[in-house]
């Protein structure tokens, strides 16, 4: 099996709120911090993939597109 790097991905996810609420509560809402563990796949100028899961035959399950744009910071865990 061909050698991924295992990361650590710190990033910014969009949240949303669907109930009613005041106007000015708004200025309070943040995007959610959020942070992914996977093998890094091949990726784009514009994202990066990765993969939780790994089989020896090529094949990954629950994948991830991550835009760079929403990526804090990247960690390599081995």
């Known amino acids: 099996m061909r ?4 990361i650590v991905v710190e990033w910014d996810d969009i949240s949303s709120y669907s109930s009613w609420g005041i106007e000015k509560e708004s200025k309070d809402w943040t995007p959610l911090r959020c942070v ?4 890094k796949m091949p990726s784009g100028k514009k994202h ?3 993969a939780s899961t790994r089989s020896e035959g090529k094949q990954c399950t629950d994948r991830q597109v991550i835009p760079k744009g929403c990526i804090i910071k990247i960690r390599r865990l081995e």
Request: hydrophobic share 45%.
């Open 48 to 50: 990066l993939t990765m």
């Open 36 to 39: 992914s563990v996977g093998w």
């Open 3 to 6: 050698k991924r790097p295992l």
